[in-house]
């Protein structure tokens, strides 16, 4: 009878079974399945995307395509909040220090005319309007972003 062959195998038995059945791996895989990136709630022909909502970020193709994301990001603080809207990448610096704080701004790709910028920042704290990435990111919003292109920035 198969409930008394079930009762007889080994609890951590049963419980790989249960995780086989339940989907939790797929035949003949050779370790987890790697997750699809999340699509950006961003229209083309938006480069990056932000969703302030949910403080993930997206590097986009400009059609609609990912090439980077979500990667999570830190924004503006209550009383200088990060905007939301549509803008244009406006200028680029590599190593860059705000003139309001004095701090490094590394990777900066700054998006409205008041300093507003992605840059490489803390992601345990909000920023005074910028969008802050880890290093990796920041970097890689740098190499990839240029003048003009399009930004998005959702609530």
Do not use: N
């Not at 999570?72 to 803008?87: M, N, R």
């Amino acid at each position: 009878m198969l409930h008394q062959s079930v009762k007889a195998l080994p609890v951590a038995t049963l419980w790989v079974v249960a995780f086989l059945l339940i989907g939790g791996a797929t035949a003949g895989a050779a370790g987890p399945a790697a997750a699809a990136p999340a699509e950006a709630p961003c229209a083309a022909p938006a480069r990056a995307c932000v969703d302030l909502s949910d403080q993930r970020a997206w590097l986009l193709d400009g059609r609609g395509g990912v090439l980077r994301g979500p990667v999570p990001i830190t924004s503006g603080i209550l009383s200088q909040p990060t905007p939301a809207g549509e803008f244009r990448v406006t200028r680029k610096a590599r190593e860059h220090t705000s003139s309001i704080t004095g701090t490094p701004m590394p990777y900066s790709v700054f998006f409205d005319h008041r300093g507003r910028a992605f840059h490489a920042g803390s992601l345990q704290r909000p920023s005074l309007g910028c969008i802050h990435l880890s290093d990796d990111d920041a970097a890689a919003f740098f190499d990839s972003l240029q003048i003009g292109d399009p930004v998005e920035i959702q609530p």
